[in-house]
């Protein structure tokens, strides 16, 4: 059973920077695909981004591509986002996921979940 926490969520203007954490508990993290999913006020939740636990090889919503970064330091079970160039359409709730199995980019297929880090963007 993983456990997961995020972290870093907070205020910031657009064309700001945050980084998000996400620290794993009771697995083994290092053979977990890890990603990253959005939920913006009214809206489903999409797929933000992800990185295979094998090569470390990420994957990315195309709104978000070049601007975040998805990476992972086995060493403290934690992955990471780095968010640069904010806009406020990047305002929403993001949740850490992780699987055992191949990456997806669906959120049906992840069954081990964060609570979620805020956050928002202003204009």
């Known amino acids: 059973q993983v456990q997961l926490a995020e972290s870093g969520g907070g205020l910031v203007q657009a064309g700001g920077s945050l980084r998000l954490s996400c620290a794993a508990s009771g697995g083994t993290f290092s053979r977990y695909n890890m990603a990253w999913f959005r939920q913006a006020p009214g809206k489903e939740r999409e797929f933000a981004a992800a990185i295979n636990w094998v090569d470390r090889s990420t994957y990315y919503l195309d709104a978000v591509k070049g601007r975040f970064t998805i990476s992972r330091d086995n060493a403290k079970n934690t992955v990471y986002l780095q968010m640069n160039s904010l806009k406020p359409e990047d305002t929403a709730v993001y949740y850490c996921?992780?699987?055992?199995?191949?990456?997806?980019?669906?959120?049906?297929?992840?069954?081990?979940w964060g609570q979620g880090t805020q956050v928002t963007v202003s204009s």
């Open positions: 996921a992780a699987r055992a199995t191949s990456i997806s980019r669906r959120e049906g297929e992840y069954g081990y």
